[in-house]
Each structure stands twice: as C-alpha cells, then as structure tokens.
C-alpha cells in the first residue's frame, strides 16, 4: 500500500504544522494584532499527531517537516520530537523554525538526529529584522544561527524576499554561502499573510532574483538536486555552500511533488493553495481505525490537484490565510 496521486507521482514527505502560534508576526505572514488563534482543543494533540505521522509512514512517507506557526512555542515539543525519532521508517525529520526559542536544544536536536534545521531569516540587519518580524529578537536568532552553523545539523536559511525592504541583501546572503556549508534559500513571497492580497511593490519572482545574483557574479554554477526538491540550487565556484530559489508563487515545480500537509487543526492538504480535503482530527475523533484513515488517505491522495494553479482555482476563493495557519 502506498500514496500515489492519477499523475503517478508518489507521496512521501509530510508536512505537519505542530501549532497555529507564533512568537513573531512578519509582516508577509499575519497582521500585526496577529491571527485569530484556535481554541487549544481544536489543535491536534501529540498522540494524534504521533498516529497520523504512523499511520502515513505504513504507507511510504519517509520525511516529516515539523513547522508551524512556530513549533518551539508549543509545549513540550521536543518530548514530540524524542517520540517521533522512535519511528524507525522516518528517514528524516526536519524542523522549520524561526530560530528565536531554540538555542539552548540544538545539542539535544542533534543527539536526536534531526536531519536539518530550516532556519528564517529574513534580513541580516537588526532594525530591518525588527520591522519584518515586529519584534526585537534578531540577536536570538542570530545566536541560534551560528550554533546551528557549528553543530552537526545540515543548516539552511529561508529568507522571504520581500519588494522594498530586503532585496538589497540578496548578495549578502549568497556571500554568506561563501565559507560556511549552508544553503541559502530565497522564497518568492505569497500572498498569505492572514488578510488577502498584500500590496507587494512588486512581485520578486524566479526569474528576477537569479537574473539580479547572476548579474553580480561572472559563474553560477546549477546544482544536481532531488527531483522533488523544493528549490531550483546553484553555487558560485569555490563557495562552501550553496544558494537556491523556492518558486513558492510561480509554482514551477509541482510536477515532482511528493508532499503532503496536515494543519495544526488537522486539516488535510494535498497542496499549499488547496483549501484543505478533510479534516483528519476530526475523523479520529469519531473513532477512526487505522485501516480506515488509510483508507482515506490513499483516496485522498489519489485526487492531488496536478498544480498549484489548479489547485487554487478549485478551492473557489482566494488564498487569505496566513501561513501561520496553513502550516509553513
Ligand atoms: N515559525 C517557523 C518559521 O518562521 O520558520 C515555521 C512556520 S513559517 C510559516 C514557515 C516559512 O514560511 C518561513 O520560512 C516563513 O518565512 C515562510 N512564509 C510565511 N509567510 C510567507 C509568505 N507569505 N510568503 C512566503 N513565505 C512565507
């Protein structure tokens, strides 16, 4: 038994967002009074989560991305990552964090075994930090970062890129791939900040962010990725580290997906533009087995929308949540 959609492709990456909290509010994320947070019941528990991520490993999930919200507000999350790194068919598990609670777990992330940590930061400056995230944490994140740097983890560094506020630090973060083995990745920014359609200046797609490094640069060299990869990578020779571009908006990578999404409310999405399938929470509650949420999985998964694009136009209105809520 396993997880494939009518395109054949295979599903074996979850997605699970662990909390709809957050201790930041980016401004591309949520306003600035932040989201109207659910009810602590209606979010999944551990145990729940520990079944659903079981029951989808039976069934050819091997990589679980642990996100949010912010996973480390949520408590005792690390005692969620022990019971999960039990689970001897995960291969990997990895953690989205904003990096600002977590500089005093990294030797237990790494005696755990986490594979890689994906660390946002958004700018390198700490007012500019403090105008995107509202909140004055850059030296925190920053101190994470360069334990993280130090430590086994494989490192990789979201940064937003964001029309009018961080551009100007495009090279600087590919500089910082210079001596360090981390891999920098720019994410076009998505219209999901909890309150519909942003006025972004402009959009920084793709095609402009490549065509701006590769302006600075006389080589830039591609780099053989997964196929699933979730970024198109390259590295300027010589350079420890590498660089990548996620076409979140453009969307021009859904034809390898393999990845699947659970809401911290336990909402089912094949897609980040999909407007979520069923609620798993919901089914376990009502005394689900596990045959019978395989069941729904594989039926579920069978009717992955082809793209992101079809996917948002079946959902019949537009994407207004925040990423927060959808599970980063
Ligand atoms: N709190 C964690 C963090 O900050 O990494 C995990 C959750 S966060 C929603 C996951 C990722 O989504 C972060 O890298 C964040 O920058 C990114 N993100 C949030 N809103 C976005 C948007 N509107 N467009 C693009 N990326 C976004």
């Not at 050819?60 to 642990?66: C, D």
């Not at 910082?176 to 900040?193: C, Q, W």
Request: aromatic content about 10%; some cysteine; charged content about 30%.
């Amino acid at each position: 038994m396993e997880l494939r959609d009518k395109f054949g492709r295979k599903i074996s990456y979850l997605r699970l967002a662990v909390t709809d909290r957050c201790n930041l509010r980016c401004q591309y994320c949520m306003p600035a009074h932040g989201i109207d947070i659910v009810d602590r019941k209606e979010l999944l528990s551990y145990k729940e989560m520990y079944r659903i991520t079981r029951v989808l490993s039976e069934l050819g999930v091997n990589k679980v991305r642990l996100t949010g919200g912010e996973p480390f507000v949520r408590k005792d999350f690390v005692s969620f990552l022990e019971s999960l790194s039990f689970n001897d068919k995960l291969d990997e598990i990895n953690i989205t964090t904003n990096g600002a609670l977590i500089s005093n777990y990294i030797d237990k992330l790494e005696a755990l075994n986490i594979n890689a940590i994906n660390l946002s930061i958004d700018s390198l400056h700490k007012e500019k930090f403090a105008t995107i995230t509202r909140r004055d944490v850059f030296e925190n994140v920053f101190d994470t970062f360069e334990k993280l740097e130090k430590s086994n983890l494989k490192l990789k560094l979201n940064v937003v890129v964001q029309s009018g506020f961080n551009t100007d630090e495009i090279i600087d973060f590919v500089e910082l791939s210079k001596d360090k083995d981390i891999a920098v990745r720019f994410i076009e920014e998505m219209p999901f900040n909890g309150k519909g359609q942003r006025d972004m200046e402009e959009l920084w797609d793709f095609n402009k962010i490549i065509n701006h490094i590769k302006n600075q640069y006389s080589t830039v060299e591609s780099v053989v990725s997964k196929k699933s990869s979730t970024s198109k990578n390259y590295r300027i020779p010589s350079y420890k580290g590498t660089f990548g571009i996620i076409p979140a908006f453009t969307r021009t990578i859904c034809n390898d997906c393999n990845r699947i999404r659970i809401t911290a409310t336990g909402m089912f999405k094949n897609c980040l533009f999909d407007g979520g399938v069923f609620n798993v929470r919901d089914f376990i509650r009502n005394g689900a087995s596990d045959d019978e949420l395989k069941e729904l999985f594989i039926k579920t998964v069978h009717h992955k929308p082809e793209n992101g694009f079809i996917a948002e136009a079946n959902r019949g209105n537009d994407v207004s949540e925040s990423m927060s809520t959808i599970g980063g």
